[in-house]
């Protein structure tokens, strides 16, 4: 006998599904990810922070849960929407099943619904604030509840689901590679050579993955709370600066605007999503929300400057204008191919350039790891002596 559970929308849409997870119910913006793997790391990317999550791969939980796959300490979504739900796992990494984990972690889940549904719904309608319950809450009271929800616009996230204090990190892909073809995925390690770069990496809803690549591409990472001032950067003598990505909108993160407008031209510059946001609105541009967001590892983004198509990892729901920007000190490097929006750019006299994908892709292609050589080159351009940005 299974447990029924709702999913409500604020438009009084109801799907009657089966309850998974944990005897609770929550609310956030609801939003589709099309990712085929990698459950558990988009459970743990801080990013969909306010969020319910609807997984379009229709069979969730066969894999189960290991701590390997974590993007942070805790899973962030507000609720999970799936076709089929495994209450079994079976796979040598497992070490728990995906209903004992969400459980763990206090969160609901409903399964047994028509996903295709719900996704040609927001996809017409956009995203739409809802609540899942799995606590035998009525309906009628869920659409209320999903109504006094705030929208995603104007909500400043970054800061909550920051660290509180700085931290070393020095973990590289090679420390989680424990199966036979680790290497021939293409994961290099550091080979126990020096670090060469010192890198401050903002968190804003940072993802592990992120700090294992950058360690991989021999930089000392220290990663620093959203609100760390350009000032205290400085003094760190930092080679580079890294943006993470994060939840939420970017025009009400104003502090980290005011820093990266005092950190360009000083420092190399690498940001990606929210960071890549916040670059755009540091350069005097404006940034606007999607109707429905890109999230999964599927989304096929051109390269300006190579004429090359690389499949990138996504998950935002506001998008930089790139008729906003300054054309005489902005070119725009990269472009989604799905809707023609703004993927990338880059400035023409300083050391900063920004994507608004995850390089990192956990889960998701290798395509665009080249960023983050494309950092490291850039950091060393920077240090060399007499160099004129210097």
Not at 216 to 245: R, W, Y
Not at 368 to 380: I, P
Request: overall charge negative.
């Amino acid at each position: 006998m299974h447990r029924p559970a709702i999913l409500a929308l604020e438009d009084g849409r109801v799907f009657n599904g089966r309850a998974a997870g944990a005897i609770t119910r929550r609310g956030g913006e609801v939003v589709f990810n099309t990712s085929l793997t990698g459950y558990q790391e988009v459970f743990t990317d801080p990013s969909y922070a306010g969020q319910i999550v609807c997984l379009t791969y229709p069979h969730i939980g066969n894999v189960g849960a290991n701590v390997d796959d974590e993007e942070a300490k805790k899973p962030y979504i507000e609720s999970l929407i799936v076709r089929e739900f495994s209450q079994i796992s079976s796979n040598w990494r497992s070490a728990e099943t995906a209903q004992l984990y969400l459980n763990r972690h206090k969160i609901p889940a409903i399964w047994d619904i028509d996903t295709r549904a719900l996704v040609r719904h927001i996809r017409k309608v956009g995203a739409l604030r809802g609540v899942v319950a799995t606590d035998g809450t009525p309906a009628d009271q869920l659409i209320h509840e999903a109504k006094q929800i705030p929208s995603m616009t104007g909500q400043e996230l970054a800061s909550r689901v920051s660290c509180a204090k700085q931290y070393m990190w020095n973990t590289g892909s090679i420390d989680l590679a424990t199966s036979p073809w680790a290497e021939q995925m293409g994961e290099a390690g550091t080979g126990g050579e020096a670090r060469n770069f010192r890198v401050v990496a903002y968190d804003f809803g940072i993802k592990q993955n992120i700090l294992r690549l950058l360690v991989d591409h021999h930089c000392e990472v220290c990663v620093v709370p959203a609100q760390t001032t350009a000032k205290e950067i400085l003094e760190m003598g930092a080679d580079g600066v890294f943006l993470s990505n994060g939840p939420g909108d970017p025009e009400p993160v104003e502090y980290a605007v005011e820093n990266i407008r005092n950190l360009i031209g000083r420092v190399p510059v690498f940001g990606i999503c929210l960071g890549h946001q916040l670059c755009g609105l540091a350069l005097g541009g404006k940034t606007f929300k999607l109707k429905f967001g890109h999230h999964g590892s599927n989304h096929p983004v051109k390269n300006l400057l190579t004429e090359q198509v690389e499949i990138t990892a996504q998950n935002h729901g506001f998008c930089v204008d790139p008729d906003s920007l300054p054309s005489k000190e902005v070119e725009i490097t990269h472009i989604n191919l799905n809707d023609q929006t703004n993927e990338g750019m880059r400035h023409k006299s300083h050391p900063l350039f920004s994507v608004q994908y995850h390089p990192e892709a956990s889960p998701g292609p290798h395509d665009s790891h080249y960023l983050f050589t494309q950092f490291t080159d850039m950091m060393q351009e920077f240090q060399k002596p007499g160099s004129s940005r210097r």
